[in-house]
């Protein structure tokens, strides 16, 4: 009695649906820039005369930011309109990830990523979204950052996650901490303009012997040091010997 390998053939409609499921992502169906455009360039243009009615804006150090060649700015996170100021302040074009939800009306799905936004799903680790921040990263463009994962409410910085410092490790790009000030008085005070302060610090290099919190803790506590002392939160003090 022999026994020879039974095979199984499956429709090719079957096969292509699995490798569908496995590996397609919707996002991918979008376009995505990596580059300064017409459209991007007067968005911004028209957004700034729009802030410029609310806010006046303060930049310090934007000396230590690198016009060239690929970097992190890591922020802390006081509000959905944080990404606004950082823009303005920033001589380059920034890319950034923006909670999923923000996209999901077609016209600010369209005003986002000509913005230079990708959405991220922040309930689960979501590799598309890592990957487009590697993309990022390797087109030489400046990628922006919210290690708090979410906003603090001008509350004090919250525990950052490792994912900024872990990406900067893996890419071997610097890291520009970035300290926001008053973004949380946006409308509050309208007809007068509300002050907000943007603060840059020196570029942090990934050092051989850095793991990922250990550079998480670096960028926090530098951009503690940026922000008034009650904006500081759990940062607020260096523990003995940490440098």
Not at 85 to 106: D, G, H, T, V
Not at 162 to 186: H, K, Q, Y
Not at 192 to 205: G, L
Not at 213 to 232: G, K, S, Y
């Amino acid at each position: 009695m022999s026994f020879a390998p039974s095979i199984i053939h499956f429709p090719v409609e079957v096969v292509l649906t699995i490798v569908e499921e496995q590996e397609f992502d919707p996002r991918d169906r979008k376009r995505f820039r990596f580059e300064m455009t017409l459209f991007r360039l007067a968005l911004t243009f028209s957004l700034t005369r729009v802030f410029d009615l609310i806010m006046s804006l303060t930049v310090e150090g934007v000396e230590h930011f690198p016009l060239s060649g690929p970097v992190i700015v890591a922020a802390n996170h006081v509000t959905n309109f944080d990404i606004f100021p950082m823009q303005i302040a920033l001589p380059r074009p920034i890319f950034f990830m923006a909670k999923s939800e923000l996209f999901k009306n077609p016209i600010m799905d369209v005003a986002l990523r000509n913005l230079g936004a990708f959405p991220v799903y922040r309930r689960k680790h979501d590799e598309w979204a890592l990957r487009h921040a590697h993309k990022v990263l390797e087109h030489g463009q400046t990628l922006g950052m919210f290690p708090e994962g979410t906003r603090n409410r001008g509350r004090g910085l919250k525990v950052a996650k490792t994912g900024t410092a872990r990406l900067a490790i893996e890419m071997g790009v610097p890291v520009v901490p970035l300290a926001i000030e008053g973004s949380d008085r946006f409308f509050k005070d309208f007809p007068r303009r509300n002050p907000v302060r943007v603060t840059f610090c020196e570029p942090i290099f990934p050092r051989p012997n850095d793991d990922p919190l250990r550079l998480t803790d670096r960028m926090m506590f530098a951009i503690a040091e940026a922000l008034p002392p009650e904006m500081r939160g759990v940062y607020a003090e260096r523990a003995e010997g940490f440098g």
